[in-house]
């Protein structure tokens, strides 16, 4: 998940004099995430100067620290450890931010020192939750869901869905192994992964993939690209990918037990490039008999509209992570059709959004829990 623009090379770049803004723009928001707890937790309460000296000093090299951290860590260097740290800093930043945010409201009736204990208490506690809650094994969510037209053979099929597993700077090849174990566990008879695979390339992220290749469903494994892939190289994901034994959906589909039509359409990231170029609905159901039902794999749901135009049944998405740390929830919804879970669109589209198997940049999760899905067709 990201809300930052398109950044597939085959793009043209962008004018040279948007360059210049971007140091603003990091300066603005680096000051004010940061500032506002340094005004809610440390000005403002009063404390005594010794205090707010030593607290001053901590918020201003934590500031200066995260665009170095981000840098050496996201950019050409691509540093493994100042990644792993820069994306924790600015995870408990937005915490702080957040519940600092809060407190800046609630010291309009309270008294701002017992605000600033209050949220200084809050904010590593949910810390702490966030770390233990990004790096578990997924709970596993189970949901019916009726199709209309459903071959009765297919009545009660099992699809897995993985999706948003985003390996990179922190190894979770083990990770990947307890997840693949508790996926072959539930017996599916379909396994599906929504994109977003990895960040990072294959040579460098492979490894924690891999584990993804011990899957096990009667009716195939199946995986179509998301907006990430085309950071680093979606065509080499796409052939990795069907090395271990999945096969890619890129404007294509399959027809599953002879009942069921499961198409796969290219991330939005990929348009003007010169693997899918694009999602392709058409081209994704060319072909495809009318009277089965459609199961549209699609990494952001925001293509729902195209979907629900199509006429299919069920699109099943990720790309949100469920906000992934509160309140983060508000800013995806005000791009997305939904944030997590089942809703309708249109007379007859269904539309599943799972909140991701793992993480994307800061490893925390708060209040937006990962999970593998297990959805059953009726």
Do not use: C
């Not at 990430?228 to 404007?251: D, I, K």
């Amino acid at each position: 998940m990201t809300t930052t623009g398109d950044r597939n090379p085959s793009r043209p770049r962008s004018a040279p004099r948007r360059g210049g803004r971007r140091p603003a723009v990091v300066a603005l928001i680096v000051g004010l995430l940061f500032g506002v707890p340094w005004w809610t937790l440390v000005a403002a309460p009063g404390w005594p100067t010794a205090v707010v000296a030593v607290g001053t000093v901590a918020v201003v090299a934590a500031a200066a620290a995260l665009p170095v951290l981000m840098v050496f860590g996201h950019g050409r260097r691509r540093r493994d450890a100042a990644a792993r740290i820069g994306d924790t800093l600015l995870g408990v930043a937005w915490v702080a931010f957040a519940w600092s945010l809060i407190g800046l409201v609630v010291d309009l009736v309270a008294d701002p020192r017992t605000v600033a204990t209050v949220v200084l208490a809050v904010v590593p506690a949910l810390v702490v939750y966030g770390l233990f809650e990004a790096r578990r094994v997924p709970r596993v969510k189970e949901r019916e869901v009726r199709l209309d037209g459903l071959d009765p053979a297919l009545d009660g099929l099992r699809l897995a869905v993985l999706t948003d597993t985003h390996y990179g700077p922190i190894d979770r090849s083990r990770w990947s192994a307890r997840v693949v174990d508790v996926v072959n566990g539930l017996r599916p008879d379909l396994v599906v992964h929504l994109g977003d695979l990895a960040d990072g390339s294959v040579d460098r992220r492979g490894r924690q993939v891999d584990p993804l290749g011990d899957v096990r469903a009667p009716h195939g494994r199946y995986y179509i690209l998301g907006n990430h892939e085309y950071y680093t190289g979606a065509a080499p994901w796409v052939e990795h990918m069907r090395g271990l034994g999945w096969e890619p959906l890129v404007n294509r589909h399959a027809v599953i037990g002879g009942g069921l039509v499961l198409a796969g359409v290219d991330d939005l990231t990929g348009v003007g490039g010169t693997l899918g170029g694009g999602p392709d609905l058409a081209a994704a159901l060319d072909g495809a008999d009318p009277a089965l039902p459609v199961l549209l794999l699609a990494h952001q749901p925001g293509q729902v509209a195209a979907a629900a135009a199509a006429g299919v049944d069920l699109q099943i998405s990720g790309h949100t992570h469920g906000g992934q740390i509160w309140p983060f929830h508000f800013l995806v919804r005000a791009t997305q059709p939904a944030v997590a879970g089942l809703s309708r669109h249109g007379a007859r589209t269904q539309l599943y959004i799972s909140r991701g198997t793992g993480f994307w940049g800061p490893p925390l999760r708060v209040f937006a829990p990962s999970e593998i899905t297990v959805l059953t067709l009726r």
